[in-house]
């Protein structure tokens, strides 16, 4: 199911969620910069348990856009999709 969150909504699901997650690891990471842009490329594997404490296992694509504003790196947008 496609989701689309705002800045407020992402951090006001974070407080709710009771998964945990035991590792996360990135891989086929790509990094992409062209002057105050930079586009990240890469496969972000999470182990753990979801709110239900049921194991959790999954993969997920990502593309992350930044920005470069005032010296610093900023996340301008994120998409991720889940593989098998």
Same mark, same amino acid.
């Given at each position: 199911?496609? /989701? ?5 909504? !992402? %951090?006001? !699901?974070?407080?709710?969620?009771? $998964?945990?997650?035991?590792?996360? !690891?990135? $891989? !086929? &990471?790509? *990094? /992409? *910069?062209?002057?105050?842009?930079? %586009? #990240? +490329?890469? *496969?972000?594997? #999470? ?8 194991? &959790?296992?999954? /993969?997920?694509?990502?593309?992350? +856009?930044?920005?470069? /504003?005032?010296?610093? =790196?900023? #996340? =301008?947008? $994120?998409?991720?999709?889940? %593989?098998?």
């Amino acid at each position: 199911t496609a /989701r689309i969150y705002t800045k407020a909504a !992402e %951090i006001a !699901e974070l407080k709710t969620d009771k $998964s945990v997650t035991e590792s996360a !690891e990135l $891989s !086929e &990471m790509n *990094i /992409r *910069i062209d002057g105050n842009t930079a %586009i #990240v +490329t890469g *496969i972000n594997h #999470v182990k753990g348990r979801d709110d239900k404490n049921q194991p &959790m296992n999954y /993969r997920v694509r990502f593309t992350d +856009t930044f920005i470069k /504003r005032d010296g610093r =790196w900023q #996340v =301008w947008a $994120s998409q991720g999709t889940r %593989i098998p």
